[in-house]
């Protein structure tokens, strides 16, 4: 356990006291649809789409046997559409004929899955289960490690492997979403606005050549 990591994370909680999960998806499926379709666009962009996509479709099985075409129509204003709803047409199939229409809640079977990779199960099954087996690392997570000098890496399994080494359990989870609000509202790419930073004298600046 690194004691400054920690106590930039109670920092952040402070700032940001509601930061969590913020799709607007209610079971274990829907959460896992969301996080897929979040892959490379906006939460905002996402969940404009949901509700009438969760309307149009409620099981796996529905999902699994309805045309490819229907499912894009859904979700076309999303980035990566086509892909997307391949995978969530595919991955639904395996959910209803491997696991009964339920989705999986451990690591490994959600990463059978297509479209599914470490970090959507790592956001997947805290939030549809309550299992925490890791830190999804998204853009602004991987972004934000390297500046607070939390990794040197930039391949996202080996920045998680550090974030597990150097983060208690328990913080996990709540840091991912503490280091996205972050991300977004401050230290932004290429350049973040480190004077109005509330963590800024624990903060390094790894990689930042300049600021404002």
């Given amino acids: 356990m690194d ?3 920690v106590k930039v994370l109670e920092s952040l909680k402070e700032i940001y006291p509601v930061a969590k999960y913020m799709l607007r998806a209610k079971n274990p499926l829907q959460i896992l649809i969301a996080t897929i379709l979040s892959a490379q666009t906006t939460d905002r962009q996402v969940n404009k789409v949901l509700p009438s996509l969760f309307s149009e479709f409620k099981t796996a099985e529905e999902f699994a046997d309805s045309p490819l075409a229907k499912i894009e129509g ?13 995978n969530i047409k595919a991955a639904c199939t395996i959910i209803q004929q491997k696991y009964r229409g339920q989705v999986p809640d451990s690591m490994d079977k959600l990463l059978e899955l297509p479209g599914v990779g470490r970090k959507t199960a790592n956001v997947v099954l805290p939030n549809a289960f309550g299992k925490i087996e890791g830190i999804c690392v998204d853009t602004h997570v991987a972004r934000l490690a390297f500046r607070l000098g939390w990794t040197q890496n ?10 597990i080494g150097l983060l208690p359990k328990e913080w996990w989870h709540k840091a991912t979403y503490l280091l996205i609000e972050h991300g977004r509202a401050v230290c932004k790419a290429p350049v973040p606005s480190c004077s109005r930073c509330g963590i800024s004298g624990l903060c390094p600046r790894n990689g930042v050549e300049k600021w404002k």
Avoid at 74 to 82: A, D, E, T, V
Avoid at 154 to 163: F, H, M, P, V
């Fill in 154 to 163: 930039r391949d996202r399994n080996k920045i998680e492997k550090d974030l």
């Fill in 3 to 5: 004691k400054k990591a």
């Fill in 74 to 86: 859904k979700i076309k204003s999303i980035g990566l559409y086509r892909t997307k709803a391949k």
